[in-house]
């Protein structure tokens, strides 16, 4: 159930920026109104997004509710709404670049003197390579988690996973600041390197962050060629797909986004096309058609199929095309 909201918000706030770069018509917005309670709602706050002050103000009321601080792990979205810009907090204050006014701000609510302690040991374990002994964060213990985890699941774990997984994933992610920042000790490097999948993790930090985008093209041509020029995807076919071709169609799926934001530049766009079948791909993206039209397409192939609804898994492009924009 938690899985189907986080794919839901995600799919709703997609159906937001789509509506905000004027992509919608007004018919198809009404619809969705009707359909969704809260839409405009969340529209305008999509549009502008609360202020610091305004964020401030909600994180004070909710703690003086609840009795407590919130969780990021919780059911409720506007727990972890608050959750999510406190930890925003942590990072800025960690950068040594939160205001003396907004700190000052923030400590009016209870509870968040402690929770600045907290970060401020967090900072002066990184200056010093090891974690300060007051600090109720070790080390060991949580490689040990992340051992058992790994042994347990057979995977590395993910930021959208739940409760532990997340906070291992956290745990993960410093690792990889650490290492890029070329402060972690050897010992602890061959003590990651002995936990399955982590020595493949270790080769991906070791590529700067501005080759990424290259590595990547000449991964998606790598498979490519061997998959009979047909490029990844998410769907189609399988329940599954493996993770390395779901990586790819996601970087892909990146790249189309920063084309219809107009972000993607001149070089990157040249890169991608020097991919067996991109070329056709973004002649695609640039001739998107409209709503009105899909819809047409949608019913002249539902009667040719007796009736019958597309299902994304099918090994029929088209087909898979009709579904997922139905899914939209």
Known sequence: REEEERSLGALLKVQLRRHAMGEFSAERWRAMEEAIPGLRQRFTAFLRPPSFAEQVERLAAWTAAAGRLPSMGADSIEERSLAKFLHNQSIAYSRRKMTVERKARLLEVPGVRQRFQHWELRHASRLFGERARSSLWSWASWLRHLGAWIHENGKLPRRRGTGLERRLHAFLTEQRRVYVAGALSERRREELNK??????????????????????????????????GRLPRHYGGVTQREPRERRLAKFLANRQMEFRAGTLSIERRAQLESIEGMRERIEGWEQRPTFEARVRKLEAWVEQHGGRMPNRRSEDQEERQHAIFLDW
Do not use: M, N, S
Request: glycine content about 2%; hydrophobic content about 45%.
């Open 195 to 228: 936990l399955p999948g982590l020595d493949a993790r270790f080769k991906r930090w070791d590529v700067r962050r501005e080759h990424h985008f290259d590595v990547l093209v000449e991964a998606v041509k790598d498979w490519v060629a061997t998959h009979d």
